[in-house]
C-alpha cells in the first residue's frame, strides 16, 4: 500500500490514565519515519486547495514534499516564509475546519494529517537548533515605527510581518507574560509554554521589542502613541477577553468562576503550585463547567488535573453533534475521564454559606436551526433536576475590552464595542493610521483566523507607511 492509500498515520499520546494526573503534553507527535510516511500520502496537486483553506497561506505541498525527502529543517523554514508561529499553528489550529477540510485525498479518504506535520517540522527544527541563533535575512530598515497592542496571534502575527519588511516594531503587552490567550487561556497539555516562548524568542530575534505590563487606554492612549511616542502606524489585536455570564441567580457564589479567570489562575499564576506560587486556589471536589466550546474542554480537563478534585462534568445545552470544540479534544476529554451531561442547561447555582452547593438544570430538546445553523435547544417542561457541585466554570465565550475604544474617540466601534473596519481588505480602521485585527474586530474565533487578520492588517500598514511620506 502507499501513497494517498495509506492510512492515515495518527500521532503518539501519552496514555490517559497517566496524562489525567499530568499537565505535561498529551499529543507526542511523529517521530520522523512517521512524518515521512505520512508525508508520503500528498499527491502534490497542481492547484492545491489546502492553501486556500489556510488562512496565512501556508505553501502546505512544498512544504510537505520537504518533509517526505527527510528536509525537515528546510520544511520548517519554508513554513516560516508565511508562518511566524508554526509549533503553535501545529497544535491548536482547527485544521479540520481549514487546510485539511479541502485536502483533495480526503474525499475517498482520510486527509492528509497536515497539522500533525506542521507541528513535527517546527519541533524538530527547534531541537536541532537549540541554543543557536536562526539564520534570519535581516531587511534594510525603512525608518518606520508601528505600534503593536497586544501580544496575542493577531498581534504576533502582524509584528513578524511588519519586521521582515524592515519596519521598526514595539508590541505593548498589558499582562507580565506576552503570548494573550496562548499563554493564559491554553492549557500546558495543548500548548506548552517552550513553544511559546521558543517562538517569541524568534520574533525577538527579528528585532521586536515587547513592553509588558502596559496597559495602552490607561498608560498611553493611540493618540499619544503616535504623537508623542513617534509610531507611524498602530495595530489593535487587543482580542476579546470580557467574559460572558449566564445571568442566572447564584453566579456571585464562592466557587464561581469564568472561564478565563480559572485559565488564568492555572496557566498564567501556576494556582495549581500554591503555595510555591502565591495564587491561591479553593480544592474543589466536583466541578462543573457550562459551555461546548475548546475553551469549555480545556477548563474541564484543567480542573480534571487539580490534586482534590473527583468528578468533573460539562453541561451543554444541544447535543454533541452541535458542540463546537474539535472532535479530537472531545476524545481527549473522554478518554481522561471528564463526564458530559449534554441537552442539559442550568436554571441557577445554589448554595450555603456563600459557598456553591448544587446545580439546579433543566432539561432541553432539539428544535429548528438558529442563525448559527445549529437546532436551538428548547426546554423540555417538568425535567428540572439538582446536579451537587461545589464549583462551577462559566465558558460561554467573550466579549470586548472597552477600553482602546473609550480613549479613542474618533474611532468607529459597534454595539458591541468591536472595532469597524473602514476598509477590509487592508484591515484599516476610520481612524488614519489605526489598523485592527483579531477577536477585537470579528468577535472570538480560532488562532489562525487572528493570524490571517494581522498577516492582513500587516500589509495594509506596509501599504499606508510606503505611500506616506
Known sequence: MSGSKQPRTPPLERDPGQRRHSFDEVNLGYTPAMAQLEASRCI?????????????????????????????????????????????????????????????????????????????????????????????????????????????????????????????????????????????????????????????KYLEQLGIKIEVNYLIGNIKSLDELMSEDGFDAVFVGTGAGLPYFLGIPGENLNGVYSANEFLTRINLMHAWEFPEFDTPLHHHEVLAVIGGGNTALDAARTALRLPSTKRVIVLYRRSENEMPARSEEINHALAEGVEFQFLSSPLQIQGENGWVGQLLCQKMTLGEPDASGRRSPVPVPGSEFNLPVDAVIIALGNGVNPLIAKSTSDMKTDSQGHIELADETLNATSKPGVFAGGDIVTGAATVISAMGAGKKAAQGIHQFLMSSE
Open 44 to 200: 502534490q496537486c497542481k492547484k492545491p486547495k489546502c492553501v486556500l483553506g489556510c488562512p496565512v497561506h501556508v505553501q502546505i505541498p512544498d512544504f510537505i514534499r520537504l518533509v517526505s525527502e527527510g528536509k525537515f529543517v528546510e520544511a520548517a523554514e519554508k513554513i516560516k516564509e508565511t508562518n511566524s508561529l508554526p509549533g503553535i499553528t501545529g497544535r491548536v489550529c482547527p485544521q479540520e475546519d481549514q487546510c485539511e477540510k479541502h485536502c483533495v485525498i480526503g474525499i475517498k479518504g482520510e486527509p492528509l494529517a497536515i497539522g500533525q506535520l506542521e507541528r513535527f517540522v517546527s519541533d524538530y527544527a527547534r531541537k536541532i537548533t537549540e541554543g543557536k541563533p536562526e539564520t534570519l535575512i535581516h531587511p534594510t530598515p525603512t525608518g518606520k515605527r508601528v505600534a503593536i497592542v497586544g501580544s496575542g496571534p493577531a498581534g504576533l502575527t502582524a509584528a513578524g510581518d511588519l519586521a521582515k519588511l524592515g519596519h521598526e516594531v514595539v508590541i505593548f503587552e498589558a499582562l507580565h507574560q506576552p503570548g494573550g490567550v496562548l499563554f493564559y487561556g491554553i492549557p500546558n497539555f495543548r500548548l506548552p509554554k517552550e513553544i511559546i516562548e521558543h517562538e517569541l
